[in-house]
């Protein structure tokens, strides 16, 4: 692990330049949702409710999760005696947690919409979308200022430098991931930026933006070597919680569909590849870690599952969605907000 690099604060204290650039980037960010709130049916009102309980569950979830895998190295000293939580608020002894974040906007997704109305949560989500992924690519950008983002050392000096690179604190040149990570979840919020204008119901367009940003980033977390959360030998806590949250907007389509009166065969078809396609997954990463087959064919096969589960769960989602096909563009909307969300519940 590389190390952090820290900035003074006017008024004394110091916190670290990755924080302070994350957070800035978090207003942009909720400025951006509330700006597209409108568009959506979500009410301005609502996303500002939601874009400030997405930052507060958000921190503590993500806090949470981190600490609790690492909670003998921050809860306890090198003599084994409980030092007590006041490590938990103090965000320069470690780092937060990306799923945990994740989880936490979705929790104040349904607590905003709960307040706001019926149908709103869904709207929130599609608000949040585009900020949320653009959000996502530039936090893994400014990354290397938390001293984290790197993987294996790089052997050609023709890309010993950023963004390729990242020099380690032993001056060795390490694979940027995180510029990887960054640049997927930029393309990844472009993308959505224009199919969005295309989706009809209410939950389309987060429950898309949710499953590719799973399937762009579980491939690149195996790449790490920095400060990586593991449950057990080889399980990397955001690869498990990629893996779970795109399960679930698997899930969230097929009700839709079973809603509607889906076959029950095509259902459990689409469950049982979902699930062996996470067990491709599982097995690749014992491969990586337990045996000597090529790092390359691995990765070959890696890559090629994704595709296919993100190509699952988009086409479930999309087919839901254009079941719509002769309902106007939630985009379209009047001038009240009220309105707007009727027309893409409808």
Not at 76 to 81: E, F, K, L, V
Not at 305 to 327: P, Q, S
């Amino acid at each position: 692990m590389n190390e952090m690099k820290m900035m003074s604060l006017p008024w004394g204290g110091n916190i670290s330049l990755y924080a302070f650039w994350v957070v800035l980037g978090a207003l942009v960010a909720c400025v951006w949702t509330v700006y597209r709130a409108h568009k959506y049916g979500a009410g301005e009102g609502g996303a500002v409710f939601f874009s400030a309980l997405s930052g507060a569950l958000g921190l503590f979830l993500g806090r949470a999760i981190y600490c609790g895998v690492r909670f003998n190295v921050l809860f306890y000293d090198p003599m084994g005696d409980f030092v007590g939580f006041a490590p938990f608020v103090d965000l320069n002894q470690g780092g937060v947690s990306v799923i945990g974040v994740i989880f936490g906007v979705l929790l104040a997704a349904l607590l905003a919409g709960a307040v706001s109305g019926k149908g709103k949560a869904l709207a929130l989500l599609d608000s949040a979308a585009v900020p949320g992924l653009a959000l996502f690519a530039w936090a893994r950008f400014v990354e290397p200022l938390s001293g984290l983002g790197f993987g294996d050392v790089i052997e050609n000096e023709a890309f010993c430098r950023f963004p390729f690179a990242i020099e380690n604190s032993w001056g060795d040149y390490c694979l940027s991931v995180c510029f990887i990570e960054a640049v997927l979840a930029a393309l990844l919020a472009l993308t959505m930026l224009i199919a969005g204008r295309f989706c009809r119901k209410k939950g389309t367009v987060g429950g898309i933006a949710l499953a590719l940003l799973c399937v762009s980033q579980i491939m690149p977390e195996s790449l790490r070597h920095d400060d990586v959360l593991l449950l057990f030998i080889f399980a990397r806590v955001s690869q498990m919680g990629y893996a779970v949250l795109l399960a679930g907007t698997l899930a969230a389509g097929l009700i839709r569909g079973g809603k509607r009166g889906l076959n029950g065969k095509t259902m459990v078809l689409e469950i049982v590849l979902l699930l062996l396609g996470l067990g491709i997954l599982i097995g690749a990463e014992f491969a990586l870690d337990k045996t000597n087959w090529p790092d390359a064919a691995v990765y070959a096969g890696m890559i090629a599952t994704l595709l296919a589960l993100g190509f699952l769960v988009v086409r479930r989602l999309a087919k839901e969605d254009r079941v719509l096909r002769d309902v106007p563009n939630p985009t379209d909307v009047p001038e009240d907000g009220e309105s707007a969300g009727k027309t893409a519940e409808a």
